[in-house]
């Protein structure tokens, strides 16, 4: 973390603005002017805890970090993160601005992934457009379908697989902060042959799904990014037909997150979160438990099944200048049918650090912990939830 740090100061330091015009000094005044030379580690505090504060009047601002990382499921890896806050053209200064986030990650282990997310507000916040889309090639694991599956370290299998993901929402405002609009999907997914093939239960190796639906977001929060006020309501509905799909189902999304100033610095977060498949999802299509964003800690993937159901509440607190931290709890659960619905909760805790290396625009590293020594080291931009 530290190298990736050191990265952005060596950046930084090499964008000082340089004078076009030669100025005339005299050596008196140049003698007088001899300014000593900050070492490595004060210019790497001062960059640490110092503050960013945005231009409201900032038409747009682009910022890239990049540098070495760690996770659990990639290892060590490059990682290189872009993000672009903006304002489109009639929007005023009061409105949280626009925001895209481009990433590349290249691990050690083979693992590569290219992704784009954006939040595009236009003028009066009338409209918004929402953008999500990665490619993926993953040296992972597969434990099979069904938490009885995942919960079984036998099931282990080795997974080489290369997935797509191209999604856009786009609403329009019904009432204050209540958003309705189409939602379109793409998902495509490929594995080679594994040791186990048993585990994908005849299922094809590579599946796609094409998708329609609607989206219905009621959002009060101040930002997207790294809220500290507000709640987020939000109800998707997506159809994978017959006619187009190998493997056909509807997919409900429910998310419910509200957000409270604590005390000073001081915030406490919360979230609930289910999405139920019916149908005949495909394995690569089916509720997944465990990623940067909920139930941190578990290996992505490792519990799979129709349905799924997580919560979590964090406490997020800033210790000095942009630094902060937070710790979290919560549960989770993969499921077939409502018979099996209470049985097998997972629980999941955690502890992290922020650094706010641009306005509401945070990088986190988080370790979460979770059943059995299940565990891991997460590294994100924006908060999790």
């Given at each position: 973390m530290l190298l990736l740090v050191a990265v952005c100061v060596s950046s930084a330091a090499a964008q000082e603005v340089v004078p076009l015009v030669?100025?005339?000094?005299?050596?008196?005044?140049?003698?007088?002017?001899?300014?000593?030379?900050?070492s490595?580690?004060?210019?790497?505090?001062?960059?640490?805890?110092?503050?960013?504060?945005?231009?409201?009047?900032?038409?747009?601002?682009?910022?890239?970090?990049?540098?070495?990382?760690?996770?659990t499921e990639k290892?060590?890896?490059?990682?290189?993160?872009?993000?672009?806050?903006?304002?489109?053209?009639?929007?005023?200064?009061?409105?949280?601005?626009?925001?895209?986030?481009?990433?590349?990650?290249?691990?050690?282990?083979?693992?590569?992934?290219?992704?784009?997310?954006?939040?595009?507000?236009?003028?009066d916040d009338s409209k918004r457009l929402l953008v999500d889309a990665d490619f993926k090639y993953?040296?992972?694991?597969?434990?099979?379908?069904?938490?009885?599956?995942?919960?079984?370290?036998?099931?282990?299998?080795?997974?080489?697989?290369?997935?797509?993901?191209?999604?856009?929402?786009?609403?329009?405002?019904?009432?204050?902060?209540?958003?309705?609009?189409?939602?379109?999907?793409?998902?495509?997914a490929h594995t080679q042959p594994l040791e186990r093939p048993e585990l994908l239960e005849g299922q094809r190796m590579t599946v796609y799904n094409i998708g329609v639906g609607f989206t219905l977001d009621y959002d009060t929060?101040?930002?997207?990014?790294?809220?500290t006020r507000g709640v987020y309501l939000h109800y998707s509905q997506l159809f994978n037909p017959k006619f187009c799909n190998k493997y056909y189902y509807t997919m409900t999304d429910l998310r419910?997150?509200?957000?409270?100033?604590?005390?000073?610095?001081?915030?406490?977060?919360?979230?609930?979160?289910?999405?139920?498949?019916?149908?005949?999802?495909s394995w690569a299509a089916m509720a997944q438990l465990g990623s940067s964003n909920s139930m941190r800690g578990y290996?992505?993937?490792?519990?799979?099944?129709?349905?799924?159901?997580?919560?979590?509440?964090e406490l997020r607190q800033t210790i000095y200048g942009p630094v902060g931290a937070v710790v979290w709890g919560g549960a989770g659960t993969v499921f077939h049918n409502s018979d099996t619905f209470c049985n097998k909760v997972l629980p999941n805790f955690g502890i992290g650090l922020r650094w706010s290396f641009r306005p509401h625009v945070?990088?986190?590293?988080?370790?979460?912990?979770?059943?059995?020594?299940?565990?891991?080291?997460?590294?994100?931009?924006?908060?999790?939830?």
């Open positions: 030669k100025e005339d000094v005299s050596p008196e005044v140049k003698a007088d002017s001899v300014v000593k030379k900050e490595f580690f004060k210019r790497l505090g001062r960059y640490l805890t110092s503050t960013d504060e945005a231009d409201p009047r900032a038409i747009s601002k682009f910022s890239i970090i990049g540098g070495p990382h760690y996770d290892k060590f890896g490059l990682g290189l993160v872009g993000t672009s806050q903006f304002r489109l053209r009639g929007c005023d200064e009061l409105m949280q601005p626009s925001n895209v986030s481009m990433s590349v990650d290249v691990s050690f282990r083979g693992f590569v992934s290219v992704g784009v997310k954006g939040n595009i507000f236009f003028p993953s040296p992972t694991y597969y434990w099979g379908m069904g938490y009885d599956n995942g919960d079984n370290d036998a099931n282990e299998t080795k997974m080489k697989k290369t997935s797509t993901m191209l999604r856009a929402d786009f609403m329009w405002r019904l009432a204050p902060h209540l958003y309705l609009g189409p939602m379109l999907e793409w998902q495509s929060r101040n930002y997207v990014t790294a809220p419910a997150c509200g957000y409270i100033g604590a005390w000073r610095g001081g915030v406490i977060a919360g979230e609930v979160q289910a999405q139920f498949n019916f149908g005949k999802p290996y992505p993937g490792r519990y799979r099944d129709k349905h799924m159901v997580t919560a979590q509440v945070n990088i986190r590293l988080d370790y979460g912990f979770g059943k059995s020594r299940q565990n891991g080291f997460m590294f994100a931009i924006n908060e999790a939830f």
